[in-house]
């Protein structure tokens, strides 16, 4: 669009350019990659608040019987953890749908939500060597250690290429080399967790 000013000499022009879906406010603001993201937290957002408020009265009940037990603290801060990163991400997508995405909000809940998951692989190790339900003390340290330490830096990995990649190339966690790392840990969690 060229706008001519004969008579006057034009010394400042500002051009705005903004990229919109067809659509409802659902899908206006957001890439095709997003979409479907911020009624997906809406959902699980709420259920995460039935199961925090579920939860909460599981831990008061058993600490008034003395039977609460460590792994149900990791597990329950992992719970709370990842409640939050919901609560975080549902914020950024909302605020996102009016236009004002704000990618350090992103990256805050993406890192709760790592941490968060860190968490419960952690307790289901420690429920696969069967610590609080068949023992006290756990066996094979070492690999454990070994496992945990090797689960760890892909999750920090994992979210270090988050932060850094372009999303024009690269759009789900899959579709890059260390996605598949992460698949192969979990698979190998899986099987520390049978054997």
């Known amino acids: 669009l060229a706008v001519a000013i004969c008579d006057q000499a034009v010394t400042e022009v500002d051009i705005g350019i903004q990229w919109m879906n067809s659509g409802d406010m659902w899908t206006k603001e957001v890439s095709f990659d997003r979409q479907g993201l911020a009624e997906t937290y809406i959902a699980f957002t709420s259920l995460y608040l039935i199961g925090f408020v579920a939860f909460t009265v599981l831990i008061v009940m058993l600490k008034k019987k003395r039977r609460l037990h460590m792994v149900i603290i990791v597990f329950y801060l992992s719970f709370i953890i990842y409640f939050s990163s919901m609560i975080i991400l549902l914020y950024c997508y909302i605020i996102g749908l009016i236009g004002h995405f704000d990618r350090a909000i992103y990256l805050t809940g993406q890192l709760f939500a790592n941490f968060a998951q860190l968490g419960f692989t952690i307790t289901l190790l ?36 988050d932060i850094l990649r372009d999303r024009t190339f690269v759009s789900y966690l899959y579709d890059f080399p260390l996605g598949v790392a992460l698949l192969a840990v979990r698979l190998c969690v899986f099987a520390a967790f049978l054997m």
């Not at 069967?130 to 979210?159: C, E, H, N, P, Q």
């Open 126 to 161: 420690l429920l696969a060597k069967g610590w609080g339900i068949s023992t006290s003390k756990l066996s094979r340290k070492r690999d454990l250690a070994v496992l945990l330490v090797i689960v760890t830096l892909t999750y920090i990995g994992l979210y270090l290429y």
